[in-house]
Nanobody, 124 residues
Framework: DVQLVESGGKTVQTGGSLRLSCQASGYHHSAYCLAWIRQAPGKGREGVAVLWIGGAQTQYPDSVMGRFTITRDYDKDLVYLLMNDLKPEDTAMYYC??????????????????RGQGTQVTVS
């Protein structure tokens, strides 16, 4: 089974940076999509970063483009989300998610089959 465990969430000031980590196991590196999604209080979930095909391709929504970066450490089975220039609207629970590749691409991150328990990020 795929297992995902997030860490690194905390309270940071506006304009600050933070790196989230996700310990991932039980999946085939080249055949999976990895993502970070978030959910703010009273709002729906939002995919903020997707990585696939061995880490060569990434995708971000406009809301975080240029500020967030998803990367992967193959040796340690870790997935990172580096967040820069944080804004109060980035406050949310952040989840790591994983799913199989379908037709060489990734489905909508919100439909990924596996998700961790989340880590809270608060921007004040």
């Amino acid at each position: 089974d795929v297992q995902l465990v997030e860490s690194g969430g905390k309270t940071v000031q506006t304009g600050g940076s933070l790196r989230l980590s996700c310990q991932a196991s039980g999946y085939h590196h080249s055949a999976y999509c990895l993502a970070w999604i978030r959910q703010a209080p009273g709002k729906g979930r939002e995919g903020v970063a997707v990585l696939w095909i061995g880490g060569a391709q990434t995708q971000y929504p406009d809301s975080v483009m240029g500020r967030f970066t998803i990367t992967r450490d193959y040796d340690k089975d870790l997935v990172y989300l580096l967040m820069n220039d944080l804004k109060p609207e980035d406050t949310a629970m952040y989840y790591c998610a994983a799913d199989q590749l379908y037709g060489g691409g990734c489905r909508d991150a919100l439909t990924f089959a596996y998700r961790g328990q989340g880590t809270q990020v608060t921007v004040s």
